[in-house]
């Protein structure tokens, strides 16, 4: 025992600078680091700077969500209608068996991007630039069919290594109708219904299809609907779920072309796109005025929805390329407005 103190005493003597310390300052200077480090390490202020991952249990606030649709989207009784129930039974099952899988189907410019960026941002606010939220583009991604079997590879890996990050990634393909059949196939094993693949769970994550494949068939429902006297909000989904997922699967062009998503059941919903009527297009424009803070002129909305163009050829009746060229058309009249009440003054 006094060989021990011995040992110290010199030690203490060659370390006066420690010795001067207060043991209250000390205490107090360790007190604060430790603070400064929970406090910067705190989930609330790091990810308040960096996007985090949705922490488990994470819920989409559907009554958000719900809002959003109803004064956004127009015209799409069906597919909000497909998506709320979707998405609200997906994200409060605590365990799903597989990873939500919708696929949207509809006319050029119908809403089908607008939706799913909608979506994507309840569940990451920072919507499309979150950097769990994944937009894939047939033409721009995966142009080269010689390639498949890289892009094949890559998408797997990609795939793996974003859901290994955070769960509760979002996947968006665009452009379905360009991807090549195989690629989708790549992606199969992600999509089933298993507990883990290579000890990562997909189960959280949700993978978004986006196409205009069976586009024709539902503008042929809406229209038969129109002709026989009904209203369009009559429709319902399983007036055309079926038309859909048959057409779909026999469509050569779909990307889906008998694969084997639709085979074995891995899709868990088709979402149809109505094609837009002239109100719709209107009710776009109004819109685009209201984002951009200007006053809604209602001769302006008016002239911008009267020169889109219209089929089919005699009843005119929904817009070719639905809300698409509604932002240049405006900036073309706002120009002249513009222009008009300078050469006025
Ligand atoms: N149903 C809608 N309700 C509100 N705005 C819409 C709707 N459809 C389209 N728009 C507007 O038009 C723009 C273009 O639509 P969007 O990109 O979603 O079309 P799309 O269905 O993806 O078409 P495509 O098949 O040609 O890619 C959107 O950014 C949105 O501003
Ligand atoms: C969900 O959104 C609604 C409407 O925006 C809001 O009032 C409500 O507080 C939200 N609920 C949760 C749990 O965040
Ligand atoms: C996640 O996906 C992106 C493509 O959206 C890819 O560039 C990136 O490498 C992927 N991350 C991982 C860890 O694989
Ligand atoms: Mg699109």
Known sequence: MPGAAGLLLPLLLLLPGLAALEPLSVGLAIGVASALTGYLSH???????VECCPSAGHRINATALREQLDERLFGQHLAKEVVLRAVTGFSHNPSPKKPLTLSLHGWAGTGKNFLSQLLARHVHPAGLRSKFVHLFLATLHFPHPQQLQLYQEQLQSWIRGNVSACPYSVFIFDEMDKMHQGLIDAIKPFLDYYEQVDGVSYRKAIFIFLSNAGGDLINKAVLDFWTSGKDREEIQLKDLERVLSVGVFNNKNSGLWHSSLIDRNLIDYFVPF????HKHVKMCVRAE?????HAVD????????????YFPKEEKLYSDKGCKTVQAK???HEDIAVKYTNAKD
Do not use: W
């Not at 989930?43 to 700077?49: G, I």
């Not at 005025?289 to 803070?293: E, P």
């Open 43 to 49: 989930p609330n202020f790091y990810c308040s700077y």
């Open 274 to 277: 109505l094609p837009l009527e």
């Open 289 to 293: 005025m209201k984002a951009r803070g």
């Open 298 to 309: 209602e001769k302006v909305v008016e002239a911008v929805a009267d020169e889109m163009t």
């Open 330 to 332: 405006l900036d073309i």
